[in-house]
């Protein structure tokens, strides 16, 4: 199949609130001990306007979203065949709890290796929260065993 014709491929937008007990829950999951991710006075106290998110908790409001297998579906690939190899994340401003958060994914890359035994689709989302900021861009790479 030729995957390439998915390259600038660009899926509809999708919106998700940032909720304080995902927040905390997340953090807890992570093992984070600072009071800034449960606590809202100490967030405050550290200039937030409440509840920072973790910094990797934009992968998961993108999960939230339903995005997470857009592509795969998209190209009739099995998730088995699938793993998530890379992310990456490039902040501009603090995602917190309250935020209503509006992001877009695009398919920006897919190149093989392995002599085509690996597929690897790389994807961006830019988050940007109710006042239209950009708060995060987001890098997805997904590798796919390629029969």
Do not use: W
């Not at 995957?3 to 995902?22: A, L, S």
């Not at 997470?68 to 699938?82: P, R, V």
């Not at 992310?87 to 093989?112: L, N, S």
């Amino acid at each position: 199949m030729d995957y390439k014709k998915y390259i600038n491929k660009t899926y509809e937008p999708f919106t998700i609130e940032v909720e304080k007990g995902r927040l905390r829950a997340f953090a807890g999951a992570i093992g984070e001990q600072d009071p800034i991710y449960s606590d809202e006075s100490s967030a405050k106290a550290a200039g937030y306007a409440s509840i920072p998110a973790p910094l990797t908790f934009a992968f998961s409001i993108t999960m939230d979203a339903g995005q997470s297998f857009n592509a795969l579906e998209d190209m009739g690939i099995q998730k088995t065949k699938a793993v998530h190899g890379e992310q990456g994340f490039k902040y501009f401003k603090a995602i917190c709890a309250g935020d209503v958060v509006t992001g877009q994914q695009k398919i920006t890359d897919i190149y093989e290796k392995k002599g085509g035994a690996l597929l690897f689709i790389v994807m961006e989302i830019s988050l940007s929260n109710q006042l239209n900021e950009l708060v995060c861009e987001l890098q997805s790479t997904i590798v796919v065993r390629n029969t």
